[in-house]
């Protein structure tokens, strides 16, 4: 999927920590410092999650911006059905990503819809490392198209080596949430009414981006991913996302970078060849 909005410029604003709100992710209480999970989820994200919290740093969030840079390579998989959410696991690696430049490494989990007429909508949560915020550090982020804005939460310190754990879903009203599994516990990073229903297409990827201004090789080490679940539409246990799931994938080698799957869909890897 092409992305339709990034930064312009390198311009950055503080914005507050709390996602968007209702009463419900309100009565969540405020996460409190922590270190990166020892131990997988022990059960669902929602808001009934035992010891749930809502993400409570502060959010670095990226200016708006109509510029649509090319140079987009996608590793991974997209649902050609309607699931109710998805779950995974990404490793994190050091990509040579340069600084004040547009280009930019993620590992991420979307739920999105086409509107047609050329509208996507879509929430996103995951690592990233990028040319304008922080060069040379990995960020946990997420990013909508209610406010086309990266948010990135420093609060959560992660490094290249680490494991990060992430959910998307969504309720019985539709509204999206975006959660991180961290401190062993989950932790709600923004949720979004988003017009997507309660049910949506799901993508898995490691994205790269190379700033068209500036054409480089940008390095990729292998990046893990696994765990990866899906949440029918409608509610019922969530199941690995393996071959009897309807499912297009990006292309096993392009630009440089290799998809290799270990279990179709829920174990892979992608990076430099």
């Known amino acids: 999927m092409t992305r339709w909005c990034l930064l312009s410029g390198l311009a950055v604003a503080l ?4 996602p968007a709100a209702s009463s419900t992710a309100d009565a969540l209480p405020a996460c409190t ?11 669902p994200a929602t808001l009934d999650s035992p010891r749930a919290c809502r993400s409570s740093g502060p959010v ?8 649509t840079p090319s140079g987009y390579h996608h590793l991974g998989a997209g649902t050609t059905g309607d699931w109710g959410g998805v779950s995974g696991r990404f490793s994190v690696v050091d990509g040579s990503v340069r600084p004040q430049t547009y280009d930019f490494l993620v590992g991420r989990l979307m739920a999105k819809r086409d509107m047609g007429g050329g509208r996507i909508v879509w929430l996103e949560a995951g690592w990233a490392e990028t040319g304008w915020a922080t060069p040379g550090r990995q960020h946990i982020y997420t990013f909508d198209t209610n406010t086309n804005r990266w948010q990135f939460y420093d609060q959560y310190a992660v490094r290249p080596g680490d494991q990060v754990w992430l959910d998307i879903g969504t309720d019985r009203t539709g509204m999206w ?17 988003l017009p997507l229903g309660t049910a949506a297409r799901i993508e898995q990827y490691v994205e790269v981006h190379v700033d068209a201004s500036r054409q480089t090789k940008i390095d990729v080490p292998k990046v893990t991913v696994d765990n990866v679940q899906l949440r029918p539409a409608g509610g019922g ?8 799931v309807p499912t297009e994938t990006a292309a096993g080698m392009r630009g440089g970078f290799c998809l290799n799957w270990l279990t179709r869909y829920d174990t892979w890897t992608a990076g430099d060849c």
């Open 15 to 18: 914005a507050g920590a709390a």
């Open 33 to 43: 410092p922590g270190r990166a999970s020892t131990m997988p989820p022990t059960g």
């Open 60 to 67: 670095l969030e990226s200016a708006r911006t109509s510029f």
């Open 177 to 193: 949430r975006a959660w991180l599994w961290w401190n062993n516990r989950w932790n709600l990073l923004t949720q979004q009414r």
């Open 237 to 244: 246990p969530a199941r690995y996302w393996r071959e009897d």
